[in-house]
Structure formats: structure tokens, C-alpha cells
């Protein structure tokens, strides 16, 4: 650390971490789950069922709750969604099931749609049961490479359908992002390693660690040994502030900070600034206050360029953010960041506004914000794919992302892509869920074709 700057590990108690980063949406008791599935109208033609991502019977899953049947709303649930756990956790269902729900209209309350969801699930997952089987033997092969929600749904929903799967994963663990990158306080007690034990105990589905396209293998040797590949590597990359000084000392890319995080053993240990300030106005930037917050900053501020209603994070979240004491303003964007002995000091912006041809421009004047830590949180983009592949075919892009149809096939005959790595969703867990499941489907249909 740099002679001046203010970071530090161990900012707070071990009680008060334990404390901070403990479940954020404790589960529901027996009790409460039968209340809140009596308040179900199991709506024919059931809105919550359309603004699913991945199509859950909704009003189905809740009846079998009220009367008991644990298993059959689990087996509702994860027959659609096989993150159906982790996205009870981790799905903004305010603006998903939750913002459909026709509880709404009177009462301004919804049904507890994702509490629901976690009950069943959980119950399911704490007996330990996998309730799907394998599909008699099909003899086809498939590579799916990344071990994320979209290459997991993928590889779960072939092997359902007989076929083998073969998982390249480039880390040490699969899970993508709910591993390495969710918040730490939605996903508690290694949840995202219990849900990949659960999904590969199907069987059928080999995981090869540390192994990354482009570096130990290629899609040609992919296409060549596999009868169909599925391409589900998520974004690797960050964008850059594009600032002289991002080079300095405690300037963080807010998720690679929170992969540090989610790892440590001990978040005592982790250094954090006293004074943080956060750029960019969407999930990451919310998560990267908050949990830096929680660590024990004493003052973190997020600056977002355009207006609240503009942010990806969701009102919800931004109301989190500031209830947990993290101030966000608006308006705002970087132009310089100050440092002292190597080691950032503070943010200079200038103040933008919309000009009359719609464009965000700076107005000239601006503030200082003092920090210790500076975090980069405004977007993650892809990693280039390694050009050509060697078989002289090259995946037409859009967007900087892979190109595919709605199926999921890219323009490579035999190779499907899905999740964040393609332009279609939200970037959220289960939009690549749904693209895993529809990728599996097609490939199968073209199996049989
Ligand atoms: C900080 C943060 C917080 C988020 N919070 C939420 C949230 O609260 N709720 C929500 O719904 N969504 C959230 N998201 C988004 C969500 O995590 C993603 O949309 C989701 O994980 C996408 O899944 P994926 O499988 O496409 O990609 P990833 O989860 O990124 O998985 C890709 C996998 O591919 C592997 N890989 C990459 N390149 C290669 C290669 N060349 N070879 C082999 N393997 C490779 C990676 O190691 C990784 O395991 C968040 C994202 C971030 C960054
Ligand atoms: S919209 Fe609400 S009340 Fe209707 S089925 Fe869905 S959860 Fe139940």
C-alpha cells in the first residue's frame, strides 16, 4: 500500500462481518410459506408465468406448496428453471414474476413469488434429491464450454435428454458468476457449489477444469470431437474509464474485487478503503458499494453519468444501496483521477446533462470526490474469441457479443452460444438459464432431424 492512502483489512469485528455478510432474505418457515401461498389466486393465463424468464408454472408450484407436495412444487419449479435455487435468491422479481403478480392491483403487495420458490427448492435440495432421470443412451457427444448457469442449464437438459456432455471450465470451480461474482450475502454457505453438486449428480456431465477455448483447445478441435458445441463463456472483460491514473494504486475493477471477495476465506482479511467511490449505476455497482460497505468503509459514494431512471439496477436495488448508507449521485461523470505517492486520492467530475439533440454531455462545471479506493463498474464486455478457430469459420458477431438466432445456433453449422455472452437477455442468471434450456432443446431436435 502506498504511503497516505487509507485501506485496511480488518475494519470491523468478526461478529459484525459474520453479521453483515449473513443471508440478506432469510427463508420462510413452514408457517409463513402456507400463508403467503394461501394469498395465490392460481390465476387462469397467470401473468407471473409470462414474466418469467423461464416460463415456471407459477400458480402450479404455489398449490402444491399449500397442500404439502414439497417435491412437486421443486420438480415444477426446476423442470423449467434448473437454477430455480439460485434465482429464487438472485432474480430481481420486482421487475420479473413479482411485478405481474395481479396481487398487486390490490393491495400494492405481490405474492412472495422468489421466498416461494427458495422454500420449495431448498427442502428438495436439503434431502439431497435429484428428481430427474436420464434419457436412454443417444450415442451423440457435446462440448459445452463454460461451466456458468447457461453452459450448467445446457448440460443438465442434454443429459436429461441420453446424451454425454463434456464441460470445459477455464477456473477451478464451475458456477460463473454465482461463484465468482453474485453478492456475497444473496448466495450464503457455499449455495453455488451445493447447486452445481446438484446438478452434475444426474450424471453424465464430466467437468474439465482449467481448461479455456483459445488457450488449451480450439473450436476446431471442438467441432472435429463433438458431435454438437455449445458456447456459454459469459463476458471475461471490463470496460476501461479511459482516464490517465487507472493505473494507479487502489483503482479495482469492481468484479474482479468482488471475485477476491466471494473467494476469501476470511473477509477480515481483506483490505478495504476508507473512503470508496464507486463509477457506473448498475448491478455491480451496486454490489461493489454495498459489500464494501459491509466490510467497513465509512463512506462509499457511487457517481452514475445519467439520471435514476437510467441505471440497469433496479429501484429496489438502489434503495438498498442507500438504506445501507451508500449516497449515489446523479449526473456525473469522471474526468480525472487524482493520486498521490502512486496511489489514487480522489475522482474530479464534471456535471453532464442531456443537450437538445438528446445527447449526454458535460456542462463544464464539476466536484471532487476524495477516495482510497476507486471501483470500475461500468460494464462488462466480451474477451475476443481466439480468431478463426483453425477451421477457417469465423462466429459472426453483434454487438461485440456472439451472434445467434432463437434457437440459439450461431452462425457456425453445429455450434449454439447462450447467455451473457450473446446479445438476446439482460445479462441476468436466469436469462442465461433459459438460453441453456433452449440451446439443449434445439441441438436435440437437430439430433433427431
Ligand atoms: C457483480 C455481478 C452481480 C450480479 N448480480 C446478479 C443478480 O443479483 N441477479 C442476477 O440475476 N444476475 C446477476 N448478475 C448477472 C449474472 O451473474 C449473469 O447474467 C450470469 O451469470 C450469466 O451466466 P453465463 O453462464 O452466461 O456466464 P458466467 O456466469 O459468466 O459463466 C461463464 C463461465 O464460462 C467460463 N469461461 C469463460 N471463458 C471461457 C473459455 N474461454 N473457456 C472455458 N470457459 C470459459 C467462466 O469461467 C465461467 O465459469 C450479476 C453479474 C455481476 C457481474
Ligand atoms: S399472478 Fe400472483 S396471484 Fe396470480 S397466479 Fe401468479 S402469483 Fe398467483
Given at each position: ?31 409463513t ?25 407459477i ?33 430481481p422479481?420486482?421487475v420479473?414474476c ?9 393491495e ?49 437438459r ?136 459491509r ?27 442507500q ?29 453532464t ?11 463544464g ?9 476507486v ?50 437477455g ?16 434445439s ?7
Amino acid at each position: 500500500m502506498s504511503q497516505g492512502s487509507d485501506v485496511a483489512a480488518g475494519r470491523l469485528e468478526p461478529d459484525v462481518l459474520a453479521e453483515n455478510f449473513a443471508d440478506i432474505h432469510p427463508p420462510l418457515d413452514r408457517k409463513t410459506a402456507l400463508v403467503e401461498a394461501s394469498r395465490c389466486y392460481f390465476c387462469h393465463d397467470a401473468p407471473c408465468i409470462e414474466a418469467c424468464p423461464t416460463g415456471i408454472d407459477i400458480p402450479s408450484f404455489i398449490r402444491k406448496i399449500s397442500t404439502d407436495n414439497l417435491r412437486g412444487a421443486a420438480v415444477d419449479i426446476l423442470s423449467e428453471n434448473i437454477m430455480g435455487g439460485a434465482c429464487a435468491r438472485v432474480c430481481p422479481t420486482e421487475v420479473l414474476c413479482e411485478r405481474a403478480c395481479v396481487r398487486n392491483a390490490q393491495e400494492h403487495k405481490p405474492v412472495q413469488i422468489g421466498l416461494l420458490q427458495r422454500y420449495a427448492t431448498d427442502d428438495l435440495f436439503d434431502r439431497g434429491l435429484q428428481p430427474f432421470e436420464r434419457a436412454a443412451p443417444s450415442g451423440r457427444k457435446v462440448a459445452v464450454v463454460g461451466g456458468g448457469p447457461a453452459g450448467l442449464a445446457c448440460a443438465h437438459r442434454l443429459s436429461r435428454l441420453g446424451h454425454e456432455v463434456v464441460v470445459f471450465e477455464a477456473k477451478e470451480k464451475a458456477g460463473g458468476l454465482n461463484e465468482y461474482g453474485i453478492a456475497a450475502y444473496k448466495v450464503p454457505d457455499h449455495f453455488a457449489q451445493r447447486e452445481v453438486d446438484f446438478i452434475l449428480s444426474l450424471g453424465g456431465i464430466e467437468v474439465r477444469y482449467g481448461q479455456a477455448l483459445g488457450r488449451e483447445f480450439s473450436l476446431a478441435n471442438l467441432r472435429r470431437d463433438y458431435n454438437a458445441v455449445f458456447l456459454g463463456i459469459g463476458l471475461g472483460d471490463v470496460r476501461g474509464l479511459g482516464l490517465e491514473g487507472e493505473d494507479l494504486d487502489g483503482v479495482h475493477n469492481a468484479v474482479e474485487y468482488i471475485a477476491g471477495l466471494r473467494q476469501a476465506e476470511d473477509l477480515g482479511q481483506l483490505a478495504v478503503g476508507r473512503k470508496v467511490v464507486v463509477i457506473g449505476g448498475g448491478n455491480t455497482a451496486i454490489d461493489i458499494a454495498v459489500q464494501t460497505k459491509r466490510l467497513g468503509a465509512e463512506d462509499v459514494t457511487i457517481v452514475y453519468r445519467r439520471g435514476p431512471e437510467a441505471m440497469s439496477a433496479t429501484h429496489h436495488e438502489q434503495d438498498f444501496a442507500q438504506t445501507n448508507g451508500v449516497k449515489i449521485k446523479h449526473w456525473a461523470a469522471p474526468v480525472a483521477l487524482q493520486g498521490a505517492n502512486g496511489h489514487v486520492t480522489g475522482v474530479d467530475f464534471e456535471y453532464t446533462q442531456i443537450d437538445g439533440d438528446g445527447r449526454l454531455t458535460g456542462t463544464g462545471e464539476g466536484f471532487a470526490v476524495p477516495a482510497d479506493m476507486v471501483f470500475k463498474a461500468v460494464g462488462q464486455i466480451m474477451l475476443p474469441l481466439p480468431d478463426g478457430n483453425g477451421a477457417g469459420e469465423i462466429l459472426e458477431m453483434t454487438g461485440g457479443r456472439i451472434a445467434v438466432d432463437v434457437d440459439r445456433r450461431t452462425s457456425i453449422a453445429g455450434v449454439w452460444a447462450g447467455g451473457d455472452c450473446v446479445p438476446l437477455g439482460d445479462d441476468l442468471t436466469v436469462s442465461a438459464v433459459q438460453d441453456g434450456k433452449v440451446a439443449a432443446e434445439s441441438i436435440d431436435r437437430y439430433f433427431r432431424s
